[in-house]
Nanobody
Framework: QVQLVESGGGLVQAGGSLRLSCAASGRTFGVYSMGWFRQAPGKEREFVAAISRTGGSSYYTDSVKSRFIISRDNAKNTLYLQMTSVKPEDTAIYYC?????????????????WGQGTQVTVSS
């Protein structure tokens, strides 16, 4: 089992940058594919990005490609999401998740563990 704690959310102006972190407990962080998801008010939780166990492969939803970068540091048991050129439509609660499957298959229904979320608000 792994416990996940997100941090780094906050209020940012459109066009700005923000880096989210997700700290994982335990010594098994490296066996999980990791992902970031988000949920805006009144909307379903959606996939944002995923990264393979070694960090060698990453996947993004189309709306964040070229703006967000997912990365991980297995030595520090930490997952990151670097957000740049943020837009008001990026406003949501961002969740990190761990999955036993592949990063390519990471989806809301495939994540095994979730963090509590961190709020990101982008002002126009």
């Amino acid at each position: 089992q792994v416990q996940l704690v997100e941090s780094g959310g906050g209020l940012v102006q459109a066009g700005g940058s923000l880096r989210l972190s997700c700290a994982a407990s335990g010594r098994t962080f490296g066996v999980y594919s990791m992902g970031w998801f988000r949920q805006a008010p009144g909307k379903e939780r959606e996939f944002v990005a995923a990264i393979s166990r070694t960090g060698g492969s990453s996947y993004y939803t189309d709306s964040v490609k070229s703006r967000f970068i997912i990365s991980r540091d297995n030595a520090k048991n930490t997952l990151y999401l670097q957000m740049t050129s943020v837009k008001p439509e990026d406003t949501a609660i961002y969740y990190c998740a761990a999955g036993r499957g592949t990063a390519q298959a990471m989806g809301v229904s495939h994540a095994n563990y979730w963090g509590q979320g961190t709020q990101v608000t982008v002002s126009s």
